[in-house]
């Protein structure tokens, strides 16, 4: 074997292939592994769908029916203690630099493979190569590493072998439910970390994920960029992908003018959005107002006041609570649409046990008290709830 490998390339040319390499390691974690296994957003050509299994089994030696299992428990069961790996619960630190031991630990239970793994792939190739030889994978890519690239091959391996574990186990499982921004008030503590999902491949908008996590696109902002699903476009206009499902998005008539039927179906299904709306368009507005109005001592109050407002309350601990009740205790306006905030979001809370007939009902009376407030935004949020429409058409 020659020194310097087949390849014979300078420093910048192993740096460039090992970004490539790696890169195609995390669309195959993102598009087969999480939407296409997972959640099953979309379905993969045979094809394809086999070079990523075989790619990972080379690159992670993971196994997909242990990672689907692992992943589906940590939605059912996110921060909590049955969550395999919450930062939120297990702390950052942990999760962070820990996380290939938590996975491998999840790994090695049964229970957790037969209850969550169902529909993995179980051919001749996974039960007696993939499964059975997971390290022989990745003993092959040592191999053509140092064949290609010679002694530095070594190092290129390294790096393979550590890019999932740190950034997908590590980063996503922890920094993305730990810190960063929120689209939407889901139920755990998930973040968008940046809104270029380009170097985790999408993973980055873990967020919106968790708000619609069936959906196979996660940017859910115009300026927010999921390049996992760039390539998903491009594997279906080429007849190796198919779009199952994505996040859907409110549809508005501009000539509807009354709380029907059709406006509280579309109300539910569009809830995180509504909620998001709500909190932009009058929590926030009112809170500027108020903080507008105050004197020192109210603008110091209200200055971090909309965080509190606008949170998923069971997100709250006992101090952000506290704060949270001195707030609405010396604000009348922000109590108001709190208060309203909260009514609403019991529509979707009792949706499947409350007849529809008696949250049309609530909804109505919701919206006729709110213009009965005098405070504009609730007023305009209101009348706007009016246009909301079913979609003739969603594939969500």
């Known amino acids: 074997m020659p020194l310097e490998g087949l390849l014979n390339l300078p420093w910048y040319g192993i740096v460039a292939i090992t970004l490539a390499l790696t890169h195609i390691t995390i669309v195959a974690v993102?598009?087969?592994?999480?939407?296409?296994?997972?959640?099953?957003?979309?379905?993969l050509h045979p094809l394809i769908a086999h070079f990523f299994r075989a790619w990972l089994w080379m690159t992670t030696g993971m196994v997909t029916r242990q990672w689907v299992a692992i992943h589906r428990k940590h939605h059912a069961?996110?921060?909590?203690?049955?969550?395999?790996?919450?930062?939120?619960?297990?702390?950052?630190?942990?999760?962070?630099?820990?996380?290939?031991?938590l996975y491998q630990a999840a790994a090695r239970d049964h229970t957790l493979l037969d209850r969550y793994g169902q529909g993995?792939?179980?051919d001749w190739l996974e039960r007696h190569v993939y499964s059975r030889h997971h390290r022989l994978g990745v003993s092959i890519m040592l191999v053509i590493d140092l064949v290609l690239f010679g002694p530095i091959g070594l190092s290129v391996w390294a790096i393979q072998m550590l890019w999932v574990p740190f950034w997908a186990a590590g980063v996503i499982n922890g920094i993305a439910h730990f810190w960063g921004y929120r689209n939407y008030e889901c139920k755990d503590a998930a973040t968008?970390?940046?809104?270029?999902?380009?170097?985790?491949?999408?993973?980055?908008?873990?967020?919106?994920?968790?708000?619609?996590a069936a959906s196979a696109k996660l940017s859910s902002k115009w300026w927010e960029f999921d390049i996992g699903w760039m390539y998903i476009r491009i594997l279906a206009a080429i007849g190796l992908a198919q779009v199952k499902k994505v996040a859907r998005r409110p549809q508005l008539d501009p000539r509807k003018r009354s709380i029907d039927m059709e406006t509280l179906k579309s109300v539910i299904q569009n809830r995180f959005q509504v909620l998001a709306?709500?909190?932009?368009?009058?929590?926030?507005?009112?809170?500027?107002?108020?903080?507008?109005?105050?004197?020192?001592a109210a603008r110091a109050l209200l200055r971090r006041a909309r965080r509190l407002l606008t949170r998923e309350t069971s997100l709250l601990d006992e101090s952000a609570k506290q704060r949270l009740a001195y707030i609405l205790a010396n604000n009348r306006h922000l109590q108001t649409v709190y208060e309203f905030k909260l009514r609403l979001q019991t529509l979707w809370l009792e949706r499947e046990r409350a007849p529809t007939e008696h949250l049309l009902q609530r909804l109505q009376d919701w919206c006729k008290q709110a213009e009965a407030t005098g405070i504009e935004a609730l007023q305009e949020f209101a009348r706007g709830l009016q246009r909301y429409r079913l979609a003739a058409h969603t594939n969500a």
């Open 30 to 43: 993102t598009v087969y592994l999480h939407r296409h296994q997972a959640h099953r957003a979309l379905e």
């Open 77 to 101: 069961f996110c921060e909590t203690r049955d969550d395999p790996h919450s930062p939120q619960v297990l702390g950052l630190r942990k999760v962070l630099w820990q996380g290939a031991e």
């Open 120 to 122: 993995t792939p179980d």
């Open 192 to 212: 968008n970390i940046i809104p270029w999902g380009i170097l985790i491949a999408g993973e980055e908008l873990h967020n919106n994920h968790h708000t619609y």
């Open 277 to 296: 709306r709500y909190s932009r368009e009058v929590i926030a507005q009112v809170n500027r107002i108020e903080k507008s109005r105050g004197d020192a």
